[in-house]
């Protein structure tokens, strides 16, 4: 958008936090902005303008998710892209090909193949929901796992004040830090969504509450569907998503300023003959690019998907992932979520489309990086030498530049070309599920220390034994 448009849009959000406001369930959050400026009439809040201008600015623009050991540090926000793996499908495909309701030994093997991929940077979540363990203790053996069997940063979801409690914990063990290191080292990260429209429900207000207090990462990430649950226009349906946003944010600076938050989008069309979420579309992409244009606005980081509406690994799911891709990059996104493994709009994960996708992630990663104008490669000799039937497969300048960090072969891999050419040859779901299978087989558990193993184990057992969380369902 021009600067005038997208002034539109910001004007147009804080009219909407100002005489309409946000519906916000949850009576000590409505206390909280009450008392910092906020005009409070039972559940509704609104905000004036220099109010959400005052706890904007004091959000950090660019800050570090620390990962379980120091190598997996994320810088979020600047010029640095961070990409998650699938998160909260309650289904997934298994690589025999059967769709199944999400379990632990799925789940289990999703952790192990995002580890062992290395453009996937952090966990986002449950990459399929182990539904066989009980909602109680669900997110205790599962943080468990993910700290065990990855080396990543993790994500918690906001379903209650002890389970937020219970993952700050947990990622305060795994790291062998105290208490204090924690709250200087954000170690952990949710994802907040509005209700939309205009609204924010008491599991996700009580997780800013926990996690800002704490200063860990919060992703305020309003979830509008155009022709659903926000306007049927993109920009009416960014006006929404950037009230929301705000209003959010803002909550996050009362609670802690300071503390770190991340400016998120999920701004997309719905199907209109069914009603189904629509995903990699126009509209999908002209929202990222414009929601990254409202994050620098305000100086913070961005959070943005890479998704797909698809039922099967084919030609729709890819060009739709790349299409979503394509506009979370070009929006300038800092972290995005679902970045590996994402099918049917979030219904279902797939080991075969984690590993295209970590291919694709690699490819638009390398596009990222800069020109070395200053490589002495450029000037005339570094083809001296080489004669016209000549090539530069052996040549010093390409053998130094080739890197294999991608674990090989990708599934682009050109060299298997004569394959392609036979009546049975492999397409590329049937190439990756060979991938799949092959890497999980060479799967390496990454270094933890016993002592913190056991920790982890001991803290885990305690809460369970205790009963885990209250729940209704």
């Known amino acids: 958008m021009s600067h005038d448009e997208l002034e539109a849009i910001h004007l147009a959000s804080l009219r909407v936090l100002a005489e309409t406001g946000i ?7 409505c206390r909280l902005l009450g008392a910092a400026g906020a005009r409070v009439d039972g559940e509704r809040v609104r905000f004036d303008p220099e109010m959400v201008a005052a706890h904007l600015a004091t959000i950090p623009a660019e800050f570090t998710l620390h990962g379980r050991l120091p190598e997996r540090d994320l810088r979020i926000g600047g010029d640095w892209v961070a990409y ?28 192990r193949l995002a580890q062992m991929l290395t453009s996937i940077h952090t966990i986002g979540g449950f990459p399929v929901e182990p539904i066989d363990l009980h909602a109680s203790i669900r997110h205790l053996e599962a943080a468990y796992d993910a700290h065990t069997l990855t080396d990543r940063s993790f994500h918690v979801y906001s379903l209650g004040k002890q389970r937020n409690l219970d993952a700050i914990e947990m990622a305060r063990i795994a790291r062998g830090i105290d208490d204090e290191t924690l709250e200087r080292e954000p170690s952990l990260f949710s994802v907040i969504n509005a209700s939309s429209p205009l609204r924010y429900d008491h599991p996700m207000v009580e997780g800013i509450l926990q996690m800002s207090a704490r200063n860990q990462v919060i992703m305020i990430t309003p979830f509008t569907l155009a022709g659903a649950m926000a306007p049927i226009t993109i920009a009416g349906a960014l006006v929404q998503q950037n009230a929301e946003a ?26 209109m003959r069914t009603g189904a979420p629509a995903f990699g579309t126009p509209e999908y992409a002209k929202a990222c690019l414009v929601g990254g244009q409202l994050a620098r606005r305000y100086g913070l980081p961005y959070r943005s998907s890479a998704v797909s509406a698809s039922n099967a690994v084919d030609a729709q799911a890819g060009y739709e992932t790349t299409w979503a891709l394509w506009g979370a990059i070009m929006g300038g996104a800092n972290f995005v979520m679902h970045g590996a493994g994402w099918m049917e709009g979030g219904l279902h994960a797939s080991y075969e489309k984690m590993v295209i996708d970590a291919d694709l992630l690699h490819m638009v990663s390398t596009f ?41 072969p990708m599934v682009s891999d050109w060299r298997n070309w004569e394959t392609w050419t036979e009546a049975d040859a492999p397409d590329a779901r049937t190439r990756a599920n060979a991938l799949a299978r ?22 885990v057992d305690r809460r369970i034994a205790e009963g885990g969380v209250e729940t209704d369902f």
């Open 23 to 29: 519906d916000i369930l949850h009576p000590e959050a």
């Open 246 to 271: 705000l209003a959010g944010l803002v909550l996050t600076q009362v609670v802690r300023p300071g503390s770190p938050a991340v400016y998120g989008g999920f701004t997309s069309n719905v199907d």
């Open 84 to 111: 998650s793996s699938v998160a909260s499908a309650p289904n997934y495909v298994s690589l025999d090909g059967d769709r199944r309701t999400g379990d632990r030994a799925g789940f289990q093997d999703f952790l």
């Open 368 to 408: 990222l990086e800069p020109l070395d104008l200053s490589d002495d490669a450029l000037a005339v000799d570094a083809i001296a030498g080489v004669g016209p039937a000549g090539h530069f497969f052996g040549e010093t300048h390409t053998q130094s530049r080739f890197t294999t960090e991608f674990y090989e």
């Open 438 to 459: 092959d890497i999980l087989a060479h799967y390496e558990k990454p270094p933890i220390d016993d002592a913190i193993e056991a920790e982890l184990r001991d803290f």
